[in-house]
C-alpha cells in the first residue's frame, strides 16, 4: 500500500509515524510545502518573546528521524499543487522541478492560514502573519534589523494575546486592538475582564471594540487606521485575526467541503472520496457536547486525528472520532487561563438549559505560604451534567480544568465532582479541591440548599422590595461594596434579624461566597427568602468594570457620574 502525506506538522507528522507501527510494509511519502516539519507552531510567540532562545529548539521532529527510523520517505519544500482523483496522482512542485506521484491513499493535513483581509496598506512592509517557523524567523530579524520600538497586534485570541505580551517581555510598547469588547472568545465576559486587567496592569495598550480599517506609511513605520476612533503609530504590526482552512487542494479536487470552507469528513476522516483522508486545523469536526458541526484549530486535536487516521486506513476502528470537548490553555503573564466544554454564549446558541457557579479557592492549603487565589466558574444542567468550566489564576489553573475536562469526557456530574479523591498535600491542593469546592456549590443550588443570584441580577433589584445585604466585617465594608447595601455581619446576623425588612426578598453576599452560604442558610431557616450572590463581592468587582463598559450603569443599575 502507498500512502501519499500532505502537510508534515501535527497531523501529517503523526499519521506518518503511527501508520509506520502499525503496518512496517506501507510505503509512505511525506509532502511538507516548507523547509521545516512537525515545528512547534505553539511555541512560536516565545521565540519571540526570548523565552525559547534558539530556533533549532523550534523543531520538534528533523526529518531525518522519520527518514531512519520510521523509513518515511520525507519531501520537505515540496508542495503538492493538485490531485487527480481519476487517475489517483498529485502534482508536486518543488524548486527543481515538478511531478506526479501515484497513491492508494492519500491524507490531507494541510493546516489553516492566518487571515488577511484585503485592508488598504495591508501588504505594506512591517506587516506581518504567524504560521510556521520562517514567519517568526522573519519577525525576528525584522525587530533586530529595524530596532523596533512599538508594535501593534491586531486580533486579542489565543495568539494574538500571546504575541502582545511575549512581544512587552522582549521590550517593545505594544497596542493590542481587538474588534469584540473582550479577547479571547472562548471565555464568558466576566472572565475575560481579569486577564483585560492584567494585560493592562504589564503596559499594553488594550483597545477593544475597535476596527482597524487599514494601513499607512509613516516615515520608516506605519500608521493603523481605525474606525471612529485614533489611528495608532507603529514600527511592525502582527496580524492575529483568526486562521481559515487551508482547503484550496480539497476544493481544487471537487471534495465536499464543510463549515466556514473546510474540508468535510466521517467518523474515519474520509473526505467524500473515501480513499482521500483528511486531518488536522483544515477538516470539520463535531462538538461532543452539541452534536453540533464546529472548528477547532488545536494542536492536541490534530495529533489524535493523525493516529486515528493512520488506524483508519489499516482498517482498524480509529481510537480517536472528531468530536472534540474544546479544551485550550493559554498564558497571560503572571496569570493562566484555562477553559473546557462548553461557554455561556454557546450553551444559549445551542439552546441547553444550564446553571452556574463561581468560587474563588486558594490553589493550596491557605496556612501553607504561596497560594494564590484563582476564580473558576462552573457551568452545569439542571440535571447536574458538567457542560463546561472556565478558569484564571496563578497557580494551579491547569490541573483543576484538566480534572474538569475529565469529568466531561466521561459524562460526569457534579455530584462526582463533589466527590472526586485528589491528591491533597498542603504544598499541592486543600482538603478540599478547587474541583470539589466547585461541585460542592453546584450541588447546593440543585438540592435547594442555597438559591442563587449572579452580578448581571443587581440591576433588576427593587428597593421596594428586595433588601441588598453585606454579610462581610465592618472593615471590609468600609474597603467598598455594593451601592445601596446594608451592612450586618455574619457573626452578628442571628441577633439582628429585626433588621431585615420583613416580606421583602434578602439578596446578600460575602468576599468570595462561603459566608454567605452560611448566611443564607442562616435565613433561610428564620423564613426568609433569601439569595446568595455567586462568588460574592470578588465577582462583582471583576465584572463590575466590564458591565458599566456595555451598559453605562454599573451592575446596581445606578448611572455612572
Known amino acids: ?61 528533523k526529518p531525518e528521524l522519520l527518514r531512519k527510523r520510521f523509513c518515511v520517505d520525507v519531501r520537505t519544500e515540496s508542495e503538492v499543487t493538485a490531485i487527480d482523483r481519476a487517475a489517483k496522482t498529485v502534482t508536486v512542485v518543488t524548486p527543481e522541478k515538478t511531478y506526479t506521484e501515484s497513491y492508494d491513499k492519500l491524507i490531507l493535513s494541510p493546516g489553516a492560514s492566518p487571515k488577511k483581509p484585503n485592508w488598504p496598506g495591508v501588504d505594506s512592509k512591517g506587516i506581518f502573519t504567524i504560521r510556521n517557523v520562517p514567519d517568526t524567523c522573519a519577525v525576528d530579524d525584522y525587530i533586530r534589523e529595524t530596532c523596533a520600538k512599538k508594535a501593534v497586534v491586531v486580533g486579542g485570541g489565543f495568539i494574538g494575546v500571546e504575541m502582545a505580551e511575549n512581544l512587552t517581555d522582549r521590550g517593545l510598547t505594544v497596542t493590542l486592538i481587538e474588534y469584540l469588547p473582550q479577547v479571547l472568545p472562548p471565555f464568558d465576559p466576566e472572565m475575560a475582564a481579569i486577564l483585560h486587567k492584567t494585560i493592562r496592569a504589564h503596559g499594553v495598550n488594550l483597545r477593544l471594540g475597535t476596527a482597524v480599517t487599514g494601513f499607512e506609511p509613516n516615515g520608516s513605520g506605519l500608521r493603523v487606521l481605525c474606525k471612529d476612533a485614533e489611528a495608532e503609530e507603529a514600527d511592525l504590526v502582527i496580524l492575529c485575526i483568526g486562521v481559515t482552512p487551508d482547503s484550496g487542494l480539497a476544493a481544487a479536487a471537487g471534495l465536499e467541503l464543510g463549515l466556514g470552507g473546510s474540508i468535510a469528513v466521517n467518523d474515519l476522516f474520509q473526505t467524500s472520496d473515501p480513499d482521500i483522508y483528511a486531518v488536522g486545523d483544515a477538516i470539520q469536526v463535531r462538538s461532543r457536547l452539541t452534536g453540533a458541526d464546529t472548528l477547532l484549530p488545536l494542536a492536541g486535536p490534530a495529533n489524535r486525528q493523525g493516529r486515528a487516521v493512520a488506524e483508519s486506513i489499516v482498517g482498524r476502528t480509529p481510537s480517536h472520532t472528531r468530536d472534540v470537548q474544546g479544551s485550550s490553555i493559554l498564558k497571560v503573564f503572571e496569570l493562566t487561563a484555562a477553559s473546557t466544554g462548553l461557554n455561556e454564549k454557546q450553551l444559549k446558541a445551542a439552546g441547553i438549559p444550564f446553571l452556574k457557579t463561581y468560587v474563588h479557592p486558594a490553589s493550596h492549603a491557605s496556612y501553607y505560604p504561596g497560594g494564590k487565589q484563582m476564580t473558576l466558574k462552573l457551568l452545569f444542567a439542571p440535571d447536574g451534567k458538567v457542560l463546561g468550566a472556565q478558569c484564571a489564576g496563578e497557580d494551579g489553573v491547569d490541573k483543576r480544568i484538566d480534572v474538569i475536562a475529565a469529568v466531561i469526557r466521561l459524562g460526569g456530574t457534579v455530584y462526582d465532582l463533589e466527590d472526586m479523591e485528589l491528591c491533597y498535600a498542603p504544598p499541592y491542593s486543600s482538603a478540599k479541591d478547587p474541583v470539589n469546592m466547585a461541585g460542592f456549590t453546584a450541588a447546593n443550588i440543585l438540592r435547594g440548599d442555597m438559591k442563587v443570584f449572579y452580578c448581571e441580577d443587581l440591576a433588576n433589584l427593587n428597593p421596594e422590595t428586595d433588601f441588598l445585604l453585606d454579610a462581610r466585617t465592618p472593615m471590609e465594608f468600609a474597603q467598598g461594596s455594593i451601592p445601596g447595601a446594608v451592612n450586618i455581619p455574619l457573626d452578628e446576623l442571628r441577633n439582628r434579624l429585626d433588621e431585615i425588612p420583613a ?20 435565613l433561610m431557616q428564620h423564613g426568609f427568602d433569601v439569595y446568595n450572590l455567586s462568588g460574592g463581592y470578588k465577582s462583582y468587582a471583576q465584572a463590575k468594570e466590564l458591565y458599566e463598559k456595555k451598559t453605562g450603569v454599573d451592575c446596581t443599575g445606578i448611572p455612572r457620574k
Not at 503 to 522: D, M, N, P, W
Open 503 to 522: 416580606g421583602k426578598t434578602v439578596y446578600e453576599f460575602c468576599q468570595v461566597g462561603l459566608r454567605g452560604h452560611i448566611a443564607s442558610r442562616i
Open 1 to 61: 500500500m502507498k500512502v501519499l502525506i500532505v502537510g508534515g506538522v501535527a497531523g501529517g507528522a503523526g499519521a506518518a509515524t503511527r501508520l509506520r507501527r502499525l503496518d512496517e510494509n506501507a510505503e509512505i511519502i511525506l509532502f511538507e510545502k516548507g523547509p521545516f516539519i512537525s515545528y512547534a507552531n505553539c511555541g512560536l510567540p516565545y521565540y519571540i518573546g526570548g523565552t525559547i532562545q534558539s530556533r533549532e529548539n523550534l523543531l520538534v521532529t
